[in-house]
Structure formats: structure tokens, C-alpha cells
């Protein structure tokens, strides 16, 4: 700011109370006080709209950068997937015949829930001719087995015929 010493401060209080008078000289301080002030409060509005714009302007460019990107990478991408675009009119795909062995398999989408899965499974075995392999949901680890379910072993120490229930 100014670079003004207490000495040069002690001389410009000395010249004031000489030149406006000891009367005065409250009321010329408040006077210069609030025109510091407000010269103080202009010029911080003022840097404050500076950066403001500044800020808009990166913001803008920035914005601008991020569109051509990603303009640039849809194109990048398309390119590189040989998908045409959106705009571009393509005739509609026509369906092959199902005695065709040339033809694509149509893809379906992938099921979502294990029952859609097994569903699915048992479906493709029975189209195909093949014996539909029963799957059986897998169980939480920890939870207990069932009664119905838990498997049936001998004792270690008793023979054939007590796991069968019969006598020795």
C-alpha cells in the first residue's frame, strides 16, 4: 500500500491540526475514514468481479474441452467397434431361417435371477434333446442342513446291519 512511515504520519497530523484547526479535526477524520472505507469496499468489489469473470471464463473453457473429449471418444469408441451411428439410416436386419446353418445365433439376455437361469438351462437341455441335469440352489454358508436332506452315514464301530437296523 503506501508506504508511509510514523514520521511522515506525525508531520501530515501536525500540518491538519495547523490548516483545519483542533475543532475540526474529529469530524474531517471520521469524514476521511469512510471515503477510505468505501474506496476499500469499490475496490474489493471490483477484484471480486475480476475473478468472477476469470472463474466463468475457465469454467466455459473447460466445459468446451469436456464436450470435444467426449466427442472425441464416442467417436474413437464407434470407430473401433465398427458400430455405425445413430444418424446414419441402416436397413433393418432381416431374420434368418431357422433351417439356415449360416446363420447367427441370436443372442438372448442373460437372466437376472438364478431361477430365470435354471429355467433357462432346463430349457436349452430340453430343446436339444439332452436329459435336463436337476440343479439344486447352494445353500448360505453356516445355515443348518435339514433332516430330510442330511446324509445318512454308519456308525464308525457298528457293522453293516446295525446301519440297516437289522441284529447281528
Known sequence: MLDIGWTELLVIAM?????VGPKDLPRLMRTVGGAVTKVRRMARDFQRQINDAIRDEE???????????????????????????????????????????????????????REEALAAHAAREQASGGTVVAMTPKRPTGTPVPEAEAPVTPAPDAGPTAAAGGQP
Do not use: C, F, N, Y
Open 15 to 19: 500540518v491538519a491540526i495547523v490548516v
Open 59 to 113: 469454467l466455459e473453457q473447460l466445459q468446451r474441452d469436456m464436450a470435444k473429449t467426449g466427442r472425441q471418444l464416442d467417436s474413437d469408441i464407434r470407430r473401433s467397434l465398427a458400430v455405425p451411428s445413430p444418424t446414419a439410416a441402416t436397413p433393418p436386419a432381416e431374420p434368418a431361417s431357422s433351417g439356415d446353418a449360416s446363420a447367427e445365433p441370436v443372442m438372448t439376455p442373460l437372466p437376472r435371477t
